[in-house]
């Protein structure tokens, strides 16, 4: 029974990773990347050891400067990183610390190897 538990709460972790909604520009894609790198590399120090955390740093460092060429404001990074830091600790209180860090790296890394975009509105 504490198994389906654990699966459902994945579920929502996987879930509750995202912004709850798409990002809007790719300004804002950038800045969730930048803020959960960093939340993560913060709170989840021992996952990956310390080439982890410097290779996180670094994307979040790229993604931060491609958010500010984009016209990124120190209020927009501000909120992003309450928003990241806000959605980890959810997790974390969900379904606990190793599984919360395992599904953010995974959403993480997943959308780091695309060029955020624009959604596409349906016509």
Partial sequence: MRHIYTIAAMALVVTGCQTMKPAASPMEAYLNRHAAAEAIA??????GGYGAVTA??????QNLARARALGAT????????ERMNSNLMSAVM????????????NQLAWAGTSTAQIPKKAN
């Fill in 42 to 47: 913060r709170n989840c120090p021992a996952y």
């Fill in 94 to 105: 969900l379904v606990g610390p190793i599984e919360a860090c395992n599904a953010f790296v």
């Fill in 74 to 81: 120190e209020m927009d990074v501000q909120k992003a990183r």
């Fill in 56 to 61: 996180m740093r670094s994307d979040a460092d």
